[in-house]
């Protein structure tokens, strides 16, 4: 049954082509319906391959398998196949991808209700699903590098969709080309393994011997650069606030659950060649990451903002998780996110739909009568992000904490912003919740709230059941139910161990709900009971998140164009200038010895005798001498 | 008609001959044709230039994939008291290239109308057809330098006579700019072929002064500068390529599309044909300088087309840049780097081919190519901005169409042999979807202007004449092995070529028994930059 692994990619693309060549003919709602079936094929696709591989022997290293379609480019000793890899990574990763990405193909039959693009809209979502699995089954780094900018390209399409909005278009690009800056890591990567191991492929690179320190951390970094651009860390996280300029279930989709995970996947999948150095430089990364963008996102007043700051935030967890040697507690984080977060995004989009396209949660409240059903699933979102036991956010994020509170070097230090940043995600969600849900109504007279349709209302009330028993894929309380920790055993080169004794656990278990719940009472305070005066707690230079990314833009806008604009000035100016220069020059001394020929037989004359008399004087001259 | 020629004796057949015959059969039949019936005019040329089409076609099925020598080859005498033949003969790196020139042309006449005067128009392109041909098949240096000088005089005619109002400029600038490049490559011909005589006795024969390696280090060094200087001039490279944006700009759409897809390529293919090939030790001597300029090009390229106000302008930039690829693949002297290159020679040919018409036809529609003076393009002819989107993410390199498998190759390749420069020339991916997107978006997105709002959408016969291209970018993005298996022979006896005339040393890469020897290696790779 491993075998079918191909079907996993292959029901998007047959989606995607269908659409591109019927798509517009076909139109609304049976466009929709098209690519929802595709995903949902790919999801059972994926569930039958899952068996498949549980099938077969845990330890003998049976649970990877190989398929090699064609030769992809040959060249010399260079051998780069398409291929696909079936392993407990990458299956783990293609399961939450097609059955998140098949309930937001769902939801958006009723959200992209009446657009005029409405084919257009699935058929990018079905090529984004395709990339998505490409990335994650290729098996070797070209291939994943095809999906990963599969995905870019389509998460491009998606931002700009609405391109007659110019801020659409400019965030769409702008998305686009921090990527890449991202991508010169992944080729440069590419190329310094190729260079040492001899090899792309993911196999061939884990049974390689280890390259030299240096390159092996110049490689590590490398590879982080590249999942700083698309999971969205510091310095290169400034696309993804903007790319909420998209409809909303392609926030949920490609800019929370699936996309923006990949950075994680793809330092996962290389943790055999990461060293200690570059774990350090990840895990601090991170950290400041998600305690920087859980401050952005305490201040913003969009629904959609907030959600965008916070998913940078448990981002950057997942890197603090990777940084400490924890991939399991990475991969276990990025699913149950994927969950949590694809429910507050979708959610928050039901409240957008419901509200006549407002964002603006200064412009909301009390909604919870008015939109049960999205309520509700928003609050099983909420306790999920916020840590409370039992649900699912809960047991991942205290791994990552009990993870960091063990890095070796400045583990404390790690721990403590990962406490911080808990604590101001707990304080964000829960004022997002009551601002919207809570309170007194705040929207104009004109506006009528309404619940969403079923096709909308549906994939939240499965995610939020996800979201509450995700946590339940990996137990800590028993040796045996941490289930995804033994399926993912076998692709670690160092399979990571917590040495901490079950007291200290406790503690810092204890520890991180007790934060959790002071966050949010501080916000119930606040926001709901006005007990503490929230002017303060909305400062500027957070709602703008630093001004790091304002500051980005006047350096682009100012010094950034000025120097381009020199360059093509220079080329203009100075380099087509000499050349213009020679010609005139030419034409000049053309013109300056003209007069010679000047038709005049005595000119000529004159000429012809003086040239003989110079002969004369140097023969004369070298007689002399 | 091929069963038919396939029917005769391979070796018989001379079917290059016939490449380079057939299109200027067909534009002597033009010039007979009567001026009174101008609608004949392309549609005739149009089926010469295909008979050639096919013929090349015939070439690439025929061609033996195990041979790494020439192929088809056919010498008649020409003037034999100086050695001189026509000799012609393809091998994987020229393949590639005469296929692309038999059915570019053929495309192109059918695509584009010239408005005004179609019998000279289709003469010319028919002609270039011809003389591309012979300047990718000479295997003789005197008929390559014909070849290669006759193929300025169509081009000249085309933008002069066809292009936009500053044509003149341009197509003088064009002329006198190239030419001045190849003045000395005569000079450095001669030189070459009456010093290697020796006991031997002249000869022109490309194939045998590669073999003689009879010219001092020096002379040798000097004659390959005068034939770099040709081909630099011609790719272009930094700091001499200020003759293409004008020319690009200037020239009517057929002849930009020739011109990007055909004739830039005869500057990086001389390199490697008769820089590498002939002048094996000064091709090593000079690498870091030629590579330098190559990465040189693909960033200042991509700035400075960033800032263009026109279209074709900023294609033409592009053009720099990814040509820029090519010179450092060449001089990286790798399997993967020269792949790479040739790949990316033909690969660059159909996306700036393609993107050249595209900006053909928006030009018949708007009237412009002031990238300000358009907005909205998308909402108005979706069609038309689809197909732009793939070509232009072709062109960005995007994996899976056709720029990536080329500039990725070209860069793997040079990583070992040139690895500053090639981490350097990689910041050039986000460059290049910085100037295109940013074009895009000003062009294609935003509110559509009232006349931008009537821009006709992409008609049927313009589908047609992109669905070749399209298909080609997919196809070659996605399974590029029939050409790789085909240039690689001709590649590897190449740098089997380079390895013994020179003391460079291929790294062989990633044997990890070898791995300690590979930092041996690196100092020794720099040992040679000096």
């Known amino acids: 049954m491993v075998e079918l692994v191909w079907l996993i990619p292959a029901l998007p693309l047959i989606g995607f082509l269908i659409l591109l060549l019927v798509g517009s003919r076909i139109g609304e709602p049976r466009a929709g319906w098209v690519a929802t079936t595709a995903a949902a094929g790919s999801f059972l696709a994926a569930v039958v391959v899952l068996a498949g591989l549980l099938g077969k022997d845990a330890h003998s290293g049976d649970r990877s398998y190989e398929l090699v379609l064609f030769q992809w480019l040959p060249s010399g000793s260079l051998k780069v196949e398409a291929g696909f890899l079936v392993d407990p990574l990458s299956i783990t990763m293609a399961l939450f991808v097609t059955g998140v990405g098949a309930l937001i193909h769902l939801y958006s039959i009723g959200y992209m209700h009446g657009d005029p693009k409405y084919s257009k809209f699935f058929l990018y979502l079905n090529l984004f699903l395709f990339s998505m699995l490409m990335l994650v089954f290729g098996n070797n780094l070209v291939v994943t590098f095809l999906g990963w900018e599969g995905v870019g390209a389509c998460s491009y399409f998606l931002i700009s969709f609405w ?9 769409g690009k702008k998305a686009f080309v921090t990527n890449r800056v991202g991508d010169w890591g992944f080729m440069v990567a590419t190329f310094a393994i190729w260079s040492a191991l001899g090899t792309v492929t993911y196999t061939e690179i884990a049974s390689s011997p280890a390259m030299s320190a240096a390159a092996g951390t110049a490689v590590s970094l490398l590879l982080f650069v590249a999942a700083a651009g698309k999971s969205a860390q510091l310095p290169l996280y400034v696309w993804l606030p903007d790319a909420m300029e998209g409809p909303t279930p392609v926030s949920a989709m490609v800019h929370a659950a699936t996309m923006v995970t990949s950075g994680v996947y793809l330092l996962v999948r290389m943790n055999g060649l990461l060293t200690d150095d570059a774990l350090l430089v990840i895990a601090v990364i991170g950290a400041a990451t998600a305690l920087f963008a859980a ?14 700051y916070s998913t940078i935030s448990q981002l950057g967890f997942m890197f603090l998780a990777i940084g400490s040697g924890a991939y399991v507690a990475a991969i276990f984080h990025v699913i149950t996110h994927a969950f949590f977060k694809a429910l507050l995004f979708l959610g928050s989009g039901s409240v957008i739909h419901g509200m006549h396209d407002e964002q603006d949660m200064r412009k909301m409240g009390a909604l919870r009568a008015l939109m049960p059903i999205t309520a509700g699933t928003f609050i099983v979102g909420w306790l999920a992000i916020a840590g409370v036991p039992p649900f699912s956010g809960f047991w991942s994020k205290d791994e990552i904490l009990l993870a960091a509170w063990e890095q070796k070097n400045i583990g404390p230090l790690l721990w403590f912003v990962g406490l911080v940043t808990a604590l101001l995600t707990a304080y964000y969600m829960t004022r997002q919740v009551i601002l919207v849900f809570f309170g007194e109504q705040r929207w104009d007279e004109d506006v009528h709230p309404h619940e969403s349709s079923w096709t909308m209302t549906l994939p939240l009330c499965l995610l939020a059941g996800a979201a509450i028993v995700g946590g339940g894929i990996n137990l800590p309380l028993v040796k045996e139910w941490l289930v995804l920790e033994h399926f993912l055993e076998p692709i670690f080169a160092h399979p990571h161990h917590f040495s901490s004794g079950t007291s200290t656990k406790v503690v810092l278990a204890v520890i991180s709900v007790v934060i959790g719940v002071l966050g949010i009472t501080i916000a119930t305070l ?11 707690l909305e400062p500027e230079f957070l709602e703008n998140a630093m001004y790091v990314d304002s500051t980005y833009a006047r350096v682009v806008s100012g010094p950034g164009t000025s120097s381009f604009q020199k360059a093509a000035d220079f080329d203009k100016g100075v380099v087509d200038g000499a050349v213009n220069g020679v010609g005139a020059a030419v034409r000049k001394l053309g013109q300056l010895i003209q007069p010679a020929q000047s038709g005049y037989m005595r000119n000529y004359a004159t000429g012809v005798a003086i040239g003989a008399l110079m002969i004369l004087v140097v023969l004369a001259w070298g007689l002399l001498l | 008609m091929i069963q038919a020629l396939a029917a005769q004796t391979e070796a018989s057949f001379p079917v290059l001959n016939a490449l380079i015959i057939v299109p200027i059969v067909g534009a002597l ?13 392309r549609p005739v040329g149009a089926i010469f230039s295909a008979i050639a089409g096919a013929l090349s076609l015939y070439v690439m099925a025929e061609f033996s994939i195990s041979q790494s020598d020439f192929q088809f080859q056919s010498i008649q005498s020409w003037i034999p008291s100086l050695g001189i033949n026509w000799h012609v003969g393809v091998d994987g790196i020229s393949l590639w290239l005469v296929v692309l020139t038999g059915l570019i042309t053929p495309l192109v006449l059918v695509a584009v109308d010239p408005h005004h005067d ?17 300047a990718f098949m000479a295997l003789d240096l005197f008929l390559f330098f014909v070849m290669f000088e006759i193929v300025l005089v169509p081009m000249y005619m085309l933008i002069g006579g066809w292009g936009y109002d500053d044509r003149r400029y341009a197509a003088t600038k064009f002329f006198l700019y190239t030419m001045a490049g190849s003045a000395l490559m005569l000079v450095a011909i001669v030189s070459v072929a009456t010093l290697s005589a020796g006991d031997q006795g002249i000869t022109f024969s490309v194939i045998e002064l590669a073999e003689r390696q009879a010219l001092s280090t020096n002379t040798a060094r000097l004659c390959f500068l005068a034939f770099a200087l040709a081909f630099v001039i011609k790719v272009p490279i930094f700091p001499v390529h200020t003759w293409l944006p004008d020319a690009h700009t200037q020239a009517p759409t057929a002849g930009s599309v020739v011109l990007a897809a055909v004739m830039l390529k005869l500057g990086t293919y001389g390199l490697m044909r008769f820089g590498l090939y002939l002048f094996p030790e000064a091709s090593v001597w000079a690498a870091p300088t030629l590579a330098t300029l190559g990465v040189v090009g693909v960033i200042y390229g991509a700035i400075v087309a960033t800032m263009q106000k026109d279209l074709k302008r900023l294609v033409a930039y592009s053009s720099v840049a990814h040509m820029g690829f090519i010179v450092l693949g060449i001089f990286a002297f790798t399997t993967q780097s020269l792949e790479g290159g040739v790949l990316q020679m033909v690969n660059h040919g159909i996306s700036t081919g393609a993107l050249f018409l595209l900006v053909g036809m928006l030009y018949e529609r708007r009237k412009t190519r002031a990238i300000d003076e358009m907005s909205g393009i998308q909402s108005a002819a979706p069609i038309f901005a689809g197909f732009f989107t793939l070509v232009m993410l072709s062109s960005i390199g995007v994996p899976g169409l056709n720029g990536f498998v080329g500039e990725f190759l070209v860069l793997i390749g040079s990583y070992d042999t040139r690895r500053w420069w090639t981490i350097v020339a990689a910041t050039g991916v986000i460059l290049a979807a910085l100037y295109l997107l940013w074009a895009y978006q000003r062009v294609f997105h935003g509110e559509p202007t009232s006349e931008d709002e009537k821009t006709q959408d992409l008609t049927l016969k313009e589908g047609l004449i992109l669905a070749p291209f399209v298909a080609a970018i997919v196809f070659l993005g996605l399974y590029p092995k029939p050409l790789l298996e085909r240039i690689e022979p001709a590649v590897e006896e190449l740098i089997a070529h380079l390895e013994i005339h020179s003391d460079y040393v291929q790294p062989q890469l990633g044997d990890p028994v070898v791995l300690e020897e590979n930092h041996h290696q690196d100092s020794h790779a720099g040992e040679d930059d000096h």
Not at chain 2, 29 to 41: A, N, Q, W, Y
């Open chain 1, 163 to 171: 391109h007659r909005r110019e801020s659409a278009a400019t965030a």
């Open chain 1, 526 to 536: 606040a926001w709901l009971f006005r007990r503490i005066p929230t002017e303060q």
């Open chain 2, 29 to 41: 039949v033009v010039t007979l044709l009567p001026k009174s019936r101008p609608e004949l005019m």
């Open chain 2, 118 to 134: 179609p019998k000279p128009y289709t003469a010319w392109l028919l002609l270039l057809q011809a003389g591309s041909f012979g």
């Open chain 1, 295 to 308: 401050l952005s996102a305490v201040a913003q007043h969009d629904i959609k903002k907030v959600l965008a």
